[in-house]
């Protein structure tokens, strides 16, 4: 069974540091382009990161750039995300998703973790 | 960036309806949109790509239509297991953006 499982969620407080992790398991995690993708509470759902499939290519919108930094070991079959200098709209569930082929459509996802920012 | 904008944002339907949600993007995307299932506590379910192509085991009830900045996702015959939040997303560049989601209810 394909599968993605994060964890790393927390509460921090203002400014602090956080880093998720994504464990893939059911197919060749070396092969595909991941994403990021965060939802607030009862609100929709927000890009964050992309990453190729070699680590070399990274993505982020302007409101994480700087502050967010996306990276995969594909000898450990996860993806990361790092997030920095975290701020109260920050709170979210975020889920980790596979795009396949290059199509920035997102087939396979996570069940989220959720990041609390408050302090 | 690509503004993503459905309607309506709510909706109420019986089991056995047909259903129509609309998704208008800020410019010309092409086929380039995606749309997902979500329910409440759970995540994204991918069920449509580039318009109209169903992800494999996506009922065939589920139907999508549209170009340029002009899209549908179209429920026939509502079953139960449908009411939920439906989102689409556009996949013409970076950054992906989503719109704000459909929610069909029963009534």
């Known amino acids: 069974e394909m599968q993605l499982v994060e964890s790393g969620g927390d509460l921090v407080q203002p400014g602090g540091s956080l880093r998720l992790s994504c464990a893939a398991s059911?197919?060749?995690?070396?092969?595909?382009?991941m994403h990021w993708v965060r939802q607030a509470p009862g609100k929709g759902l927000v890009w964050v990161s992309h990453i190729n499939s070699d680590g070399a290519t990274t993505n982020y919108p302007d409101y994480v750039k700087g502050r967010f930094t996306i990276s995969r070991d594909n000898a450990k079959n996860t993806l990361y995300l790092q997030m920095n200098s975290l701020r109260a709209e920050d709170t979210a569930v975020y889920y980790c998703?596979?795009?396949?082929?290059?199509?920035?459509?997102?087939?396979?996802w996570g069940q989220g973790t959720m990041v609390t920012v408050s302090s | 960036d690509i503004q993503m904008t459905q309607s309506p944002s709510s909706l109420s339907a019986s089991i056995g309806d047909t259903v129509t949600m609309t998704c208008r993007a800020s410019q010309a995307i092409g086929s380039y949109v995606n749309w997902y299932q979500q329910k409440p506590g759970k995540a994204p379910r991918f069920l449509i790509y580039?318009?109209?192509n169903l992800q494999s085991g996506v009922p065939s009830r589920f139907s999508g239509s549209g170009s340029g900045t002009d899209f549908t996702l179209t429920i026939s015959s509502l079953q139960p297991e449908d009411f939920a939040t439906y989102y689409c997303q556009q996949s013409y560049n970076t950054p992906v953006t989503f719109g704000g989601g459909t929610k069909v209810e029963i009534k």
């Open positions: 059911g197919f060749t995690f070396s092969n595909y382009w």
């Open positions: 998703a596979r795009e396949p082929g290059g199509s920035d459509a997102l087939d396979i």
């Open positions: 580039a318009t109209f």
